[in-house]
């Protein structure tokens, strides 16, 4: 079959439940990219009699295109050397098919490839460098089949601290929004506010919210509450994407929770909170049943869980001071960039193993936030690929989800040493059903971007479509999809990769201030390695999302 302007998907079991249709059969229509409600007799027809249809896959949070996953890429060559990906067969296209490596971090067109694989479409790098933005939009250039975007990483910026220190926080709102049109970026990420400065200004990293970061009057509270104003006051799509402090730390629950009590009425999104729910009294030990109980007390909270999944990973983050500690734990090789005043980045390789204590925590902690979880719409699925492992594990973790004989018989295998008292260990019997699998995986990180035209199903809708054969076995059934279309375009055909057309581009540019321009020059004359004229990223393609 070619990639037709119109298609008829016919008699699939819909689950679209940003429309409220759970397990519906019907037909649905696509022309010219978009959902419509209907087409004219002999259009070509896709027959999903038996299959189940959902939205294309969102994934909230990833790495997968910046300098820093270029750093992670030749930090483990024999990867890509026991993972060569030969050019897929493509046909009938403007599209070239290219080849690539795979691995932990793979490259961008593998990336590309393997993410329309398991039927995602649309996807997010959640930590750039302001300064490396135009890097990463090249690697999104050069990532087919999925939409992408990135979050601009601010925080632990020289600039924004000035700010924040002098009181100037309607500044600084103008600062972010300059920001984020500069950079291309969709939104705001922020990680271990203060301490990542702090700690690269040769002070120890910062514990608690109320610290100041070294010399400075200026706490982790008061960057928080900054940058979340100023994502509110902007009407961003997506609220500030939070990393907290004290990242992978035992009894760090405490610190995610005042994080989350000092934000309390104002949107945020808490990422990878399966590394900041460990509980208090000394120790490993899960904090999971805590901090779930206030996110779901607490509708403006809303969080990916950053699931760790057995077997080879890649840590990659901006938070240097935890990656020189995994590194001083772990004696593995590593790498930590301090990246012009705006941020760091530390890299190290892990394995997590179901033998190691720690790791069968992390891995129960973060099925207990899932399966604790009232509300599938505000707390979904990510593995903070590749820092909790690879997102060709979703297939795996989806089945952990659904399918409690198949958690259980993981769990039997699993180091039980620090499990006691756990959710998990002492019993859950939950099972995700269909519908919210794809809340967790479509309709909730549509609605938590703002992403209007993604993660349903609706007439209008982006024409991004997942299609797959019904298995009894889950993982499989998830991991081979039978057809995936991408923007009308009938991307995987029969369970194998046949077109590759390019990705669209989310990003915001909302309006400030100019008054805040002739310091911001000034700054850059004195400190910047970049001249001010040529710091911003332009020619992005797609029109930027309103704000």
Same mark, same amino acid.
């Given at each position: 079959?070619?990639?037709?302007?119109?298609?008829?998907?016919?008699?699939?079991?819909?689950?679209?439940?940003?429309?409220?249709?759970?397990?519906?059969?019907?037909?649905?229509?696509?022309?010219?990219?978009?959902?419509?409600?209907?087409?004219?007799?002999?259009?070509?027809?896709?027959?999903?009699?038996?299959?189940?249809?959902?939205?294309?896959?969102?994934?909230?949070?990833?790495?997968?295109? @910046?300098? @820093?996953?270029?750093?992670?890429?030749?930090?483990?060559?024999?990867?890509?050397?026991?993972?060569?990906?030969? +050019?897929?067969?493509?046909?009938? =296209?403007?599209?070239? +098919?290219?080849?690539?490596?795979?691995? /932990?971090?793979?490259?961008?067109?593998?990336?590309?490839?393997?993410?329309?694989?398991? =039927?995602?479409?649309?996807?997010?790098?959640?930590?750039?460098? *302001?300064?490396?933005? !135009?890097?990463?939009?090249?690697?999104?250039?050069?990532?087919?089949?999925?939409?992408?975007?990135?979050?601009?990483?601010?925080?632990?910026?020289?600039?924004?601290?000035?700010?924040?220190?002098?009181?100037?926080?309607? !500044?600084?709102?103008?600062?972010?929004?300059?920001?984020?049109?500069?950079?291309?970026?969709?939104?705001?990420?922020?990680?271990? +506010?203060?301490?990542?400065?702090?700690?690269?200004?040769?002070?120890?990293?910062?514990?608690?919210?109320?610290?100041?970061?070294?010399?400075?009057p200026v706490t982790p509270r008061a960057i928080l509450e900054t940058l979340a104003d100023?994502?509110?006051?902007?009407?961003?799509?997506? *609220?500030?994407?939070?990393?907290?402090?004290?990242?992978?730390? *035992?009894?760090?629950?405490? /610190?995610?929770?005042?994080?989350?009590?000092?934000?309390?009425?104002?949107?945020?999104?808490?990422?990878?909170?399966?590394?900041?729910?460990?509980?208090?009294?000394?120790?490993?030990? @899960?904090?999971?049943?805590?901090?779930?109980?206030?996110?779901?007390?607490?509708?403006?909270?809303?969080?990916?869980? =950053?699931?760790v999944m057995f077997g080879p990973a890649m840590t990659i983050t901006a938070d240097g001071p935890v990656e020189y500690l995994l590194y001083k734990s772990t004696g593995r090789r590593w790498v930590n960039i301090d990246i012009e005043l705006e941020t760091g980045c530390g890299i190290v390789p892990l394995a997590y193993k179901d033998s190691a204590a720690v790791s069968a925590l992390q891995w129960a902690v973060g099925l207990e936030l899932f399966l604790l979880s009232s509300d599938p719409w505000r707390v979904v699925l990510s593995t903070d690929h590749p820092n909790g492992g690879s997102f060709l594990a979703y297939p795996q973790l989806i089945q952990l989800l659904m399918d409690r004989g198949a958690r259980d018989e993981q769990l039997k295998r699993v180091n039980p040493k620090l499990l006691a008292g756990s959710a998990l260990a002492d019993g859950l019997a939950r099972e995700y059903t269909l519908n919210e699998i794809a809340i967790i995986?479509?309709?909730?990180?549509?609605r938590l971007l703002g992403l209007r035209q993604k993660g349903h199903l609706g007439t209008g809708a982006d024409a991004d479509v997942t299609v797959y054969a019904r298995e009894s076995d889950l993982a499989r059934m998830f991991a081979t999809p039978r057809y995936v279309i991408k923007g009308g375009v009938l991307v995987v055909e029969e369970g194998q990769l046949r077109r590759a057309p390019g990705g669209g581009r989310h990003h915001v540019r909302p309006g400030y201030d100019d008054a805040l321009l002739p310091d911001l020059k000034r700054y850059f004359e004195e400190h910047s390695s970049v001249a001010f004229a040529n710091y911003p990223v332009r020619n992005l393609p797609g029109t930027p999302a309103r704000t």
């Open positions: 079959m070619s990639a037709p302007e119109r298609l008829r998907i016919a008699g699939g079991t819909i689950h679209d439940p940003a429309n409220g249709v759970d397990g519906e059969i019907r037909d649905l229509y696509i022309e010219d990219g978009r959902l419509v409600g209907s087409l004219p007799d002999g259009a070509p027809v896709i027959d999903a009699r038996g299959m189940i249809v959902m939205p294309g896959g969102v994934d909230i949070h990833s790495h997968f295109a @910046s300098s @820093s996953c270029n750093h992670a890429r030749r930090l483990s060559p024999e990867e890509h050397a026991a993972d060569p990906v030969a +050019p897929p067969p493509l046909i009938d =296209g403007d599209w070239t +098919p290219r080849s690539g490596t795979g691995g /932990t971090v793979p490259s961008n067109f593998t990336t590309g490839y393997r993410y329309a694989g398991l =039927g995602y479409t649309t996807c997010f790098d959640a930590a750039v460098a *302001p300064v490396m933005a !135009r890097h990463s939009h090249a690697e999104l250039d050069d990532t087919p089949c999925v939409d992408g975007g990135i979050f601009a990483l601010l925080g632990n910026d020289e600039y924004l601290l000035r700010l924040i220190q002098a009181g100037q926080r309607d !500044r600084a709102r103008d600062y972010v929004a300059w920001m984020l049109g500069a950079t291309g970026a969709y939104a705001v990420k922020v990680v271990n +506010p203060g301490g990542v400065e702090a700690w690269k200004a040769g002070s120890r990293n910062v514990g608690g919210l109320d610290e100041h970061i070294g010399d400075r100023a994502a509110t006051a902007l009407g961003l799509p997506h *609220p500030i994407h939070i990393h907290c402090n004290n990242l992978g730390i *035992p009894g760090n629950v405490a /610190t995610t929770l005042a994080t989350m009590e000092a934000l309390a009425g104002r949107r945020a999104h808490f990422t990878h909170i399966q590394f900041h729910a460990y509980g208090e009294g000394g120790g490993w030990k @899960s904090g999971a049943s805590r901090l779930i109980e206030y996110v779901n007390a607490h509708p403006e909270a809303s969080a990916d869980v =950053g699931q995986t479509r309709a909730g990180p549509a």
